[in-house]
């Protein structure tokens, strides 16, 4: 096996063929460390948000004579909200396109609108969060909002925190331009606020939608 | 080294939500946005409706939410099964699973635990 593998080395390095064996070729771009080491984090933080979720279902039927799903939710808001982190998303694309292409200004205006949107949605969850507590379905009313106030409070919070980021990116983009480190940290920021959309498809669905 | 360039290249792995640049990566975004809006609007015509069988619903938003899931994956952050993503695609697997067994294994032990408790009426008596 490793004489095959050397015989091939060898024969490589005489002939001078481009394949280089895997185990040779060294450490991979930083680009591409970057990423998929990030990546990794957003799954692991899919994961914290699959527990939530699990709670979530374990206990949504356990309103403790509280109000229900049914009655808190509406539709309408879930909708907006859905609209604008969606359209937070795709902006957030063209956003990273504009990156790509070095272009100052579309990434000033991407990361506005992305910005805006973000922080759309995160008005109307406060907006939403405090009626509810208004009215006395705060999280320590019963099982099932203790659940819902961890899951969506937990998602709102990552959003938030994206919206601090993004704007550090802002102020980097124009302080330090489109530097490596600075483009690299870019294309995190997209992975995260792309991911939060991901994890926002299983809240309306489950929390909002499948409220019963 | 300069032979082993183009090589390298065409071997080098590919993160997550990079972009290749050009109008293909804003076709691309614009064709993952029409699908999420479709897939959205359809999840909530569907909590709502009177002309599907009632307890089919759940199904149906599970299957548009996995659905939906699968365009931002493709579309927004670029994920796919070729090559140059293997590490990417391998990683999303591996966070599949355990999402998988964390939300089902969670209301399997759960579900089963409530089948298996005393009523709390029963409990008291005991007690007394």
Redesign the interface.
Known sequence: MSAVADAALAEEATTGDVVIPISLRGPAATDVVVGYGFWLFILSDIIVFSALFAAYAVLSGQTAGGPSGVELFDRRYVFIETACLLASSFTCGLFSIAIERRSGVGAFVGAVVTFLLGAAFIGLEVSEFTRMVDIGAGPSRSAFLSAFFALVGTHGLHVTLGLLWLLTMMAQIATLGFRPMVVRRLFCFALFWHALDIVWIGVFTIVYLGAH | MA??G???ES?????????R?GRE??T??VT??GF??VL?LA??W???TQEVWHPGI?IL??V??IG??GV??VF??HISTAPDQT??FL??A??CF??GL??F???II?ANLSANMIPMDKLIQMQR
């Open positions: 032979e082993h183009i090589a390298q071997v080098r792995d590919r993160a997550p939500a990079e972009e640049g990566g804003l691309r975004y993952g946005l999420a809006i959205t999840s909530f569907a909590a709502q759940p938003l599970g548009l939410a939906q899931m931002h994956l927004f952050l590490n990417n990683a999303l591996f966070g355990v999402v964390v939300v294994g969670s209301m759960m």
